[in-house]
């Protein structure tokens, strides 16, 4: 659903040049995804998002990208606009890779997420507000994978970077992922973790009931319940 929406607000706006083709290949990349999520979404577990939940995510983010790998439209496009969504894409199984496991795969895709979207900041044309949604998972999954290595100052750095990026319309709805915040409180670092919420403060006006909620629970030294922030 997230990247349904961006998909929308990224033909937003003033008209660039190339805008009529961009606003085409967007249409075609929502009206696919539309299509491959109308099968039933992955079954909740009893106790909440367990394991199989998990790895459904993961299986349903790899067919993705691979129809998208296959589509005409990206195929044919010009090389920013299909870089663009190929490493949303891409970002997304590195995270439900995470997320289900595996932290190999998760480690790969998350390292070749980052090379290309330092190659489009490169390019005259990029714009960090259409990568931000990759770039959001790029940085959760390296917080969680250095907090899985120890390094908890590299994940307390990455977090508050997550806080401070939020720029895309469905970023600023829906807020952020919050796993690595969830792991960071669980491992002893409530700190950064209330830095955290504190930078959401300033950064997600939608959320300000949302992220009171999560700053009394870590207060009351519980485990905020974070929803769907936890598969955003």
Same mark, same amino acid.
Do not use: K
């Given at each position: 659903?997230?990247?349904? =929406? ?27 995804? !539309? ?11 009893? #106790? ?17 990208? @691979? ?12 090389? &920013?606009?299909?870089?663009?969504? =190929? ?6 199984? @590195? ?15 998350? #390292? ?10 490169? #390019? ?5 507000? +259409?990568?931000? !949604? ?11 994978? /250095? ?6 100052? &590299? /994940? ?16 600023? +709805?829906?807020?952020?992922? &919050? &796993? ?17 919420? !504190?930078? =959401? !403060? ?14 009394? @629970? ?15």
């Amino acid at each position: 659903m997230r990247f349904v =929406l961006i998909a929308l607000v990224l033909v937003a706006g003033c008209n660039p040049p190339g805008h009529e083709e961009r606003e085409r290949v967007m249409r075609s990349h929502t009206a696919l995804m !539309d299509s491959l999520r109308a099968v039933p979404r992955c079954p909740v577990g009893d #106790d909440g998002y367990d394991r199989d939940f998990y790895e459904c995510r993961y299986r349903r983010a790899v067919e993705e990208l @691979a129809v998208v790998r296959r589509s005409e439209y990206v195929t044919l496009d010009g090389a &920013t606009l299909r870089d663009e969504i =190929l490493t949303r894409h891409q970002s997304r199984v @590195a995270l439900t890779a995470l997320d289900a496991g595996r932290l190999e795969e998760a480690r790969g895709l998350v #390292d070749d997420v980052r090379g290309r979207i330092a190659e489009a900041e490169e #390019d005259e044309g990029y714009d960090r507000y +259409s990568w931000s !949604d990759a770039l959001e998972d790029a940085l959760v999954v390296e917080g969680r994978l /250095a907090l899985a290595r120890g390094d908890r100052e &590299t /994940a307390g750095r990455l977090l508050l970077e997550v806080g401070r990026m939020l720029e895309s319309p469905t970023q600023l +709805s829906f807020g952020p992922n &919050t &796993t690595l915040a969830r792991d960071l409180a669980a491992a002893g670092d409530t700190a950064v973790v209330e830095a955290y919420f !504190d930078v =959401l !403060d300033s950064t997600w006006e939608y959320g300000a009931e949302r992220v009171a909620e999560w700053r009394q @629970a870590l207060a009351r030294e519980e485990s905020p319940d974070y929803g769907p922030n936890v598969i955003y």
